[in-house]
């Protein structure tokens, strides 16, 4: 078992077996340089467990809510910028493991690691103590952003939610760069977006859009913990 597990576990609430902990802390960067197995598969279980979690709470807890409301409270409970807000709060980012170009980059604070680490860990969670546990398990991680309506607008559109924290600021209206790389049937898009002098962030995706949004999300993290992206 790592060092650092039982505090992280403790922090989880969750009794993970040691080898899948390990396995959903496995970034890819990681893997590749130490020829062992990354947390995609887990990560691909765990999107399912927290999809089908937050659907029945959000169906049980709004009777009278039409579909397109609650597919989007759904939408943003699950979104990237709201997993990671959660891994912030349980300080996940130092157990992470990276690769050593991914841990020199700030990769345990960027947006997308973190969340796609929270879904490895209900995966391994859905594995270690079945489906019932894995439920309750997610419920405890998005409980803080269920019951806070203005947390759940603030992840379901970065975007707006970071021009508006901007003109609160004062720092002006945030600006994106962006950047394209690879094929044309295979373009992967790094957003940087810069807000006065109060943040920066980077954000990647395979649109220009889905890299904006993504930045933003990172800057709406950052601001929201009161540090710099």
């Known amino acids: 078992m790592r060092d650092d597990a039982p505090a992280l ?13 390990e396995l959903a802390l496995t970034h890819r960067s990681y893997a590749y340089e130490h020829d062992t197995a990354d947390n995609e598969r887990l990560e691909f279980l765990g999107d399912s467990v927290l999809g089908r979690a937050v659907t029945v709470m959000l169906y049980e807890r709004y009777p009278d809510e039409p579909e397109g409301s609650l597919a989007k409270r759904r939408s943003a409970l699950v979104s990237t910028v709201a997993l990671a807000r959660i891994a912030g709060t349980i300080g996940l980012g ?22 796609d680490t929270v879904e ?3 995966g391994a969670a859905f594995l ?5 546990g894995a439920e309750a398990f997610v419920l405890r991680l998005v409980a803080p ?11 379901a559109d970065p975007k707006t939610t970071l021009q508006e924290l901007a003109a609160r600021r004062g720092a002006g209206a945030p600006v994106y760069t962006v950047e394209g790389a690879g094929p044309e049937h295979a373009r992967l898009f790094t957003a ?5 002098a109060i943040a920066v962030a980077t954000g990647e995706g395979t649109s220009k859009k889905q890299a904006e949004t ?12 009161g540090r710099r992206a």
Do not use: F
């Open 9 to 21: 576990l403790e922090v989880l609430g969750v009794d993970i077996d040691p080898e899948l902990l």
């Open 94 to 115: 130092p157990h992470i493991r990276l690769g050593r170009g991914e841990r020199r980059t700030g990769g345990d604070a960027k947006a997308s690691i973190l969340a």
């Open 120 to 122: 490895a860990l209900i």
């Open 128 to 132: 270690s103590v079945g489906s019932e």
């Open 145 to 155: 952003l269920a019951d806070d309506p203005a947390a759940s607008d603030a992840v």
């Open 192 to 196: 940087t977006v810069t807000v006065g």
């Open 214 to 225: 993504a930045a933003a999300a990172a800057a709406v993290l950052a601001l929201a913990d």
